[in-house]
């Protein structure tokens, strides 16, 4: 059996009925990367073996976090009223690079694991080219955005920056909470 058969009959066995104080982001990864960083088939709570879009296939399943959630979106351009010589005033519309900051507050150092593995993949893929990584944010999705099975959450994808890592308990646990940033790859309208 592979990790998303795994996966699929523990949630099976403990499904959580439980409301969470804090919404879900998704991070979509390679079953095989799973694998290799998880080869005991621990921490399976981590993870949602859901296809949520058509371009899922069961070589991924999504990392399941729960985090301190800070929209940081970058602003591109002067966007707002400008006057003209015709009409009083315009809208010139601005874009925006929409992002956030991610505080991890589960220490269990395979999610630090997988999402600098993610990084890694994403910047090395080839000279030049970078490979998005696919987010699923129900955190703060987006007016107009899809709804998974009842719950709004916003398709994104773009680039993960680690920003600090802390040391390590020696037991599989690190000492401190960390966070990531993401940065979408497409420009939005404000």
């Known amino acids: 059996m592979g990790i998303r058969d795994d996966v699929i009959a523990y949630l099976s066995e403990h499904e959580c009925t439980a409301p969470f104080v804090r919404k879900r982001l998704l991070l979509r990864v390679r079953t095989a990367t799973v694998e290799a960083l ?36 970058d602003n591109i351009g002067d966007g707002g009223l400008r006057n003209t010589f015709s009409s ?9 690079r929409r992002g956030f900051r991610a505080t991890i507050t589960d220490r269990r150092k395979i999610i630090l694991d997988i999402i600098r593995q993610l990084a890694e993949i994403s910047k090395s893929s080839s000279y030049t080219t970078f490979a998005p990584i696919k987010v699923i944010d129900f955190c703060l999705p987006e007016v107009g955005t899809v709804s998974f099975g009842g719950e709004l959450g916003s398709v994104r994808w773009g680039e993960i920056r680690i920003d600090n890592l802390p040391g390590l308990t020696g ?18 309208l404000i």
């Open 38 to 73: 998880n080869p005991t088939g621990l921490y399976l709570d981590l993870f949602d073996p859901t296809l949520y879009t058509v371009d899922d296939t069961t070589d991924y399943i999504y990392l399941r976090l729960f985090p301190d959630y800070d929209q940081e979106n």
């Open 88 to 96: 009083p005033a315009v809208y010139a519309p601005s874009t925006v």
């Open 171 to 188: 037991r599989g646990y690190l000492r401190a909470d960390w966070n990531f940033t993401f940065k979408q790859a497409s420009l939005g």
